[in-house]
């Protein structure tokens, strides 16, 4: 059974710190891996997908690699500001079924 | 309004009762999904149609039941509804549930009591 891990549960940084968030999955059979923002109240928004062929994506001040033999896949920001401040998910697509399987999440903090 | 919209933002009821939660998108995607969020579970997969008059169970099915007539809307409704399925409910949409980014409605907090 898949298994989506984030670590860190939380992370507090100071305003302008390049960063990294982790993810990684048991399974390597996925098709793609997704990476999403949680706000607050409010629904989630797709930062980033990577298919399974692909090794990064970029996307103004974030970039996402996936390193699929290994199980892991990082989302670096870069120069964090406040706004960045909210839960970020990873989630992975798999080839079985089709069903996305979810991290439970890393809460960023960027401190102004 | 283009996007995908829920309905109620927030809803307590008893124990027992029935209970449907709404779904809208503007979009016209084929696939819609409903998840729910609990704190130590991450998002897990109830229900997702890949096009009208198909469904299929995700993960955590039992005690829900969804339909979906029309392409744009895609209810779930708690038959009976139990204090395990206080949680936060999401409803998603994606062109072809694979290689496209879903969208994400802004959620609909249930508490049963």
């Known amino acids: 059974k898949q298994e989506v891990t984030q670590i860190p549960a939380a992370l507090s940084v100071p305003e302008g710190e390049n960063l990294v968030l982790n993810c990684s999955f048991t399974d390597s059979a996925i098709y793609n891996l997704q990476w999403f923002r949680q706000d607050p109240g409010k629904g989630l928004t797709s930062l980033l997908l990577?298919?399974?062929s692909q090794r990064e994506q970029t996307s103004g001040r974030l970039n996402a690699s996936l390193d699929k033999s290994s199980g892991r896949s990082t989302l670096y920001i870069a120069a964090s500001q406040p706004g960045d401040s909210a839960t970020y998910l990873c989630?992975?697509?798999?080839?079985?079924?089709?069903?996305?399987?979810w991290g439970a999440g890393t809460k960023l903090i960027i401190k102004p | 309004d283009a996007g995908i919209t829920q309905s109620p933002r927030y809803k307590i009821t008893e124990t027992g009762r029935q209970v449907t939660l709404m779904c809208h998108q503007t979009w016209s995607h084929s696939y819609m999904f409903w998840y729910r969020q609990d704190l130590g579970h991450g998002l897990r997969l109830i229900y997702y149609?890949?096009?009208?008059?198909?469904?299929d169970k995700g993960e955590v099915p039992d005690g829900y039941v969804v339909s979906r007539s029309k392409t744009e809307n895609f209810p779930l409704t708690l038959e009976s509804a139990t204090r395990s399925q206080t949680s936060v409910y999401f409803c998603?949409?994606?062109?072809?549930?694979?290689?496209?980014?879903?969208?994400f409605g802004q959620g609909t907090r249930l508490t049963v009591v």
């Open positions: 990577i298919q399974s």
């Open positions: 989630a992975v697509l798999m080839d079985s079924n089709y069903q996305l399987i």
């Open positions: 998603a949409s994606s062109d072809d549930g694979m290689n496209t980014e879903a969208f």
């Open positions: 149609s890949a096009a009208a008059d198909i469904t």
